[in-house]
């Protein structure tokens, strides 16, 4: 059928050439863009999909930034750090050669002090002029803030918390056991000596200690009547039966145990023969009073060897040890006739041991020590319910959650409370913001006023403190030992955060950019193998297409034919 009004052939035509055109734009914006979804109608969920990946490598690429700017911060205190930790080691140097005032000068002392003095105060500009992108880190700007008054707590570091929404955080301290000392003791010594009579010895023991029962003396008298003991005024008088011509030494302890006063033993056997006349012995003298001794005494600090000779007290004895405590780690004191061995510290460190390397015969020292070695237990807490570890008289808890330090008073059982409220370095190192990908880290000051310990603060080190060289090196020496642990312990802390957390979370956070770029490009770039087989193939077809429409459109002509005819 031939019609001219309408040429069918022709439209067929068009609408196949507009396919192929359109097919062309797409294949041509594929190859220019290189993306497969340049619009939404390519692939409405690949292009939903390929968006939220590449908000999710935007946030990731963000936090590797931030991980990468938290590292430096950290870097830049440790630098600090480094520098303070120097200037410590040179005070502690400076507080061991001024010790040695037997060969120094005062005026030599005075330099040291000087120097002592300038150390300090380079430590607490250092603290007060670090800076990182204009801001101070080491001035305690970056600590924890908290509230609530708990007397019984000597230290608190909060190292890091996670504050979550509310921007706070309630902290309970449940004490079940107190920290302990190491302890040792020697109970009060009996009286004990020896008299010899008829050639056998007899050994005295005083059924009671006592210090009253020191140096008495031991008569002999004869008289008729049964062999029996009186005890009067620090003398016992033992009266044997002038009748009784083979007295035995069970007799004689008989006598002695019914007095009450002391118990006598004899290793000997056989009679006492020819008792005519009185006789005198010599006095017993080991009430509270020890034989010859020599023993070892050890603590946390190291040893020390005492020698004593008899007659020698426990007063004695300890004021002995404690001369030397800060050497061993362990002081002794005198209580109800008991002598005491105590470890200065607390804790499972602290202990205590006691070796009798010689003693008299007659000696029960080593017989009345409790034990030869004691060590001291640690304090143990809960921690807003987790079950925190014990060094001492600190507590410690780590966990995702909190990680803090708290020292509380020696032996102390009071239950803490107190509110985190706020402070520490908030750093976001994770793409989502929220506390999962936050990290919170708390940086003390570290002057002169904050650095130290339980033996004091680092400013008291400073000319006409109560702890300078000229006054009191020792104690100068045990406050820097402290502060440097504190700022070592500091370093410590930023280093693991470094490693464990910063640079871990950048390598993972850079291998998850991988993947979700992998699983972006997989559904948005373009193949560009398949879009240029695709780019042809609409060539062909437009050019094709064209050819026919031009073909279509001359058909109606055909009509011309039979109107000619």
């Known amino acids: 059928m031939s019609r001219i009004n309408t040429n069918v052939s022709s439209l067929i035509a068009q609408t196949n050439l507009g396919r192929s055109n359109s097919q062309l734009q797409v294949a041509l914006t594929r190859l220019s863009t290189g993306l497969r979804i340049n619009s939404g109608k390519d692939d409405p969920a690949g292009l939903i999909a390929s968006e939220n990946l590449r908000r999710d490598i935007t946030a990731a690429d963000r936090a590797i930034s931030n991980s990468e700017r938290a590292n430096q911060l950290i870097a830049t205190a440790d630098s600090a750090l480094s520098q303070i930790s120097n200037l410590l080691n040179d005070i502690r140097g400076l507080a061991t050669e001024a010790a040695n005032s037997g060969v120094l000068s005062t005026e030599q002392i005075a330099a040291n002090q000087l120097e002592v003095d300038s150390s300090l105060d380079a430590i607490d500009r250092i603290a007060s002029v670090t800076t990182f992108q204009g801001r101070k880190i080491l001035d305690g700007s970056l600590d924890f803030t908290t509230s609530g008054s708990n007397p019984s707590i000597s230290n608190l570091q909060i190292n890091a918390a996670s504050l979550g929404t509310a921007g706070s955080v309630a902290v309970a301290v449940d004490i079940t056991a107190a920290a302990t000392q190491a302890s040792l003791n020697v ?22 200690a006592g210090e009253a029962l020191n140096n008495v003396r031991v008569d002999v008298t004869t008289s008729a009547g049964a062999t029996n003991v009186t005890y009067a005024a620090g003398v016992l008088t033992l009266d044997l039966d002038v009748a009784d011509a083979a007295i035995t030494a069970a007799t004689i302890n008989a006598a002695f145990l019914a007095n009450g006063t002391f118990t006598s033993t004899n290793a000997g056997a056989g009679t006492i023969n020819g008792v005519t006349t009185p006789a005198l012995t010599t006095g017993i003298t080991t009430a509270n009073t020890i034989q010859d001794l020599t ?24 004021s002995a040890v404690n001369l030397v405590s800060d050497a061993t780690g362990v002081s002794a004191s005198v209580a109800s006739g008991v002598l005491t061995f105590t470890s200065t510290q607390y804790g499972s460190d602290a202990e205590v041991r006691a070796e009798i390397i010689s003693e ?74 929220n506390s999962g990908g936050q990290s919170r880290i708390g940086i003390g000051a570290v002057n002169t006023g904050k650095l130290g310990g339980t033996s004091g603060r680092l400013y008291e080190l400073k000319a006409g403190g109560d702890k300078d060289l000229n006054s009191d090196p020792t104690s100068a020496a045990l406050v820097v030992d402290q502060a440097i642990t504190k700022v070592t312990g500091l370093r410590g802390r930023f280093g693991a955060f470094q490693h464990a957390t910063l640079e871990t979370n950048i390598a993972s956070l850079k291998d998850t950019i991988i993947n979700l770029t992998d699983a972006q490009s997989a559904i948005r770039d373009a193949d560009f193998a398949k879009e240029s087989a695709a780019l042809t193939r609409a060539q062909i077809l437009v050019q094709s297409g064209t050819a026919v429409l031009q073909i279509s459109n001359q058909s109606p002509q055909q009509v011309l034919a039979l109107l000619r005819g």
Do not use: W
Request: glycine share 14%; net charge negative.
């Open 187 to 208: 109970a009060a010594l009996a009286s004990k000596g020896q008299f010899t009579l008829g050639g056998q010895t007899f050994t005295l023991t005083a059924a009671v």
């Open 295 to 318: 023993f070892q005494l050890s603590g946390s600090q190291g040893a020390q060897v005492f020698s004593f000779d008899g007659g020698a007290t426990y007063a004695q004895v300890a």
């Open 360 to 433: 008299a015969s007659l000696g029960t020292f080593a017989a009345n020590l409790s034990a030869t070695s004691d060590s001291g237990t640690d304090i143990a807490a809960t921690i807003n319910g987790f079950t925190a570890s014990g060094n001492g008289n600190t507590i410690s808890l780590n966990n995702s959650a909190l990680n803090l330090d708290i020292t509380v008073t020696d032996a102390s059982t009071t239950d803490l409370a107190f509110n985190i409220t706020g402070g520490g370095a908030l750093f976001q190192i994770g793409p989502n913001v």
